[in-house]
């Protein structure tokens, strides 16, 4: 649907929120664009900083991300191929409110395991 014009366009989730969580709220979006916050990284680079991703993960997430306008994919005329990944200006504006929510999640990690813990016992 890239060639359609924008006032055709059909929302797959017509709520912003929804539609945009749905998204970047998976398991790996927000890892990758954290890690590609320094700069342009390749695959193997972003593999090897994210760790424990599969490559079909990884390779779904960077797709994903790219068809959301987050990150861009550049492809060198090379042998072999050199293909780079980097943050849209789009990417980079999310950073902060998710920088704020990964801040977040750190002052309460604890306090949010002990509720766990504390409901699991009962």
Not at 14 to 35: A, F, H
Not at 37 to 48: I, S, V, W
């Amino acid at each position: 649907m890239p060639n359609q014009p924008l006032e055709s366009f059909e929302y797959d989730n017509p709520c912003p929120i929804r539609d945009v969580l749905d998204r970047i709220g998976d398991q790996w979006s927000v890892l990758v664009l954290l890690t590609l916050q320094p700069g342009t990284q390749r695959f193997n680079e972003l593999m090897r900083e994210i760790g424990d991703i599969s490559k079909q993960m990884l390779s779904r997430t960077l797709k994903h991300l790219e068809q959301d306008g987050f990150v861009t994919r550049t492809v060198y005329p090379e042998v072999p191929p050199r293909v780079e990944y980097r943050l849209t200006e789009l990417g980079h504006s999310f950073l902060e409110p998710m920088q704020a929510l990964v801040n977040w999640a750190d002052s309460h990690h604890r306090t949010i395991a002990e509720a766990r813990r504390r409901y699991n016992r009962e």
